[in-house]
T-cell receptor, first 113, second 113 residues
């Protein structure tokens, strides 16, 4: 198993551009989530999904959209990038009945100029 | 959701035992305590989980007092490679979990030679 795969690893955007961060898992996990990590801020939950077709907001959802059309994929969309969205983004997944045991991807480092 | 409080940073020396305490005064009856480790430029990884008393695995031990208002992660005889950020997560287990998993700021452990 590849686990949780995030692409791209690095991305530079200009203010106002849109893009999608990809996240895929091959463990048949029901639960998937996106976090951002800024220096001194720990991990902050953006959006999460408890199963295909179901998504919900986390702590810092503004400026981000998600969808969950399949069990495997959970893309994160930035509609109009802002410098405040410069961060490292982590995708995570877990079993539905044990979903606090998260498996994390290796992260996407995003810079918005 | 139970709020967690951890020390921001700790220093130790190789070969010492390190104890990191997490406070969670409003922990609920069905909440479990889960600890993660994050190395630089990597996603967090699950270390250990417990509900009460003591749990031990090949990486660490987790001590939870009877009132469960705090927990202590114990790392025996640390080495330089244990330098990382350690996160405490408190959330309902299994079917009681809504999926909104909120992390605190974590504790940065620096192990010195």
């Amino acid at each position: 198993n590849a686990g949780v795969t995030q692409t791209p690893k690095f991305q530079v955007l200009k203010t106002g551009q849109s893009m999608t961060l990809q996240c895929a898992q091959d463990m048949n996990h029901e639960y998937m989530s996106w976090y951002r990590q800024d220096p001194g801020m720990g991990l902050r939950l953006i959006h999460y999904s408890v199963g295909a077709g179901i998504t919900d907001q986390g702590e810092v959802p503004n400026g981000y959209n998600v969808s969950r059309s399949t069990t495997e994929d959970f893309p994160l969309r930035l509609l109009s990038a802002a410098p405040s969205q410069t961060s490292v983004y982590f995708c995570a997944s877990s079993w539905g009945q044990d979903n606090e045991k998260l498996f994390f991807g290796s992260g996407t480092q995003l810079s918005v100029l | 959701l139970a709020k967690t409080t951890q020390p921001i940073s700790m220093d130790s020396y190789e070969g010492q035992e390190v104890n990191i305490t997490c406070s969670h005064n409003n922990i609920a009856t069905n909440d479990y305590i889960t600890w993660y480790q994050q190395f630089p430029s990597q996603g967090p990884r699950f270390i250990i989980q417990g509900y009460k008393t003591k749990v031990t695995n090949e990486v660490a031990s987790l001590f939870i007092p009877a009132d469960r208002k705090s927990s202590t992660l114990s790392l025996p005889r640390v080495s330089l490679s244990d330098t990382a950020v350690y996160y405490c997560l408190v959330a309902p287990h299994g079917s009681g979990n809504t999926g909104k998993l909120i992390f605190g700021q974590g504790t940065t452990l620096q192990v010195k030679p």
